[in-house]
């Protein structure tokens, strides 16, 4: 059973994949590096969930079946909330993508395209 591919309102931005044969080279540092990055239980997370477990909202984590795997689901309230890493969905976008210096045609067309997913999730939890 395969899914169907998702309508996009605008067009999806194609991002190259990170390896030497497509010409993106890293040291073997900054690879352990970015394997060590978290994508869900994250301090900002974590401090979210501790106040508001302190606060007597009662909340899911990381549900996986929702669009866009919020990190934090209030069921009883319809409300969805995503703890988003300034870096990696283009926090002061317009300046900061011109201090990016290595694989600029790798982040770029990342963060990009994090951006657009961003919008889309937004778009689909408020219509």
Known sequence: MSK??????EPKISVPRFSEEEGFYTTPQRS???SRIK???TQPEKLLRKALWHAG????????????KPDISL???????????SFWHGYDWENRKETIKSNRDFWIPKIERNRQRD????????S
Request: aromatic residues 16%.
């Open 32 to 34: 352990f590096n970015m």
């Open 75 to 85: 069921i009883k309230y319809k409300l969805v909330i995503f703890v988003d890493g």
């Open 57 to 68: 909202v009662r909340y899911r984590s990381n549900k996986q079946k929702l669009p866009g």
């Open 119 to 126: 919008r889309e999730i937004n778009h689909y939890y408020q």
């Open 4 to 9: 169907k591919p998702k309508p996009y309102s």
């Open 39 to 41: 994508g869900k239980n």
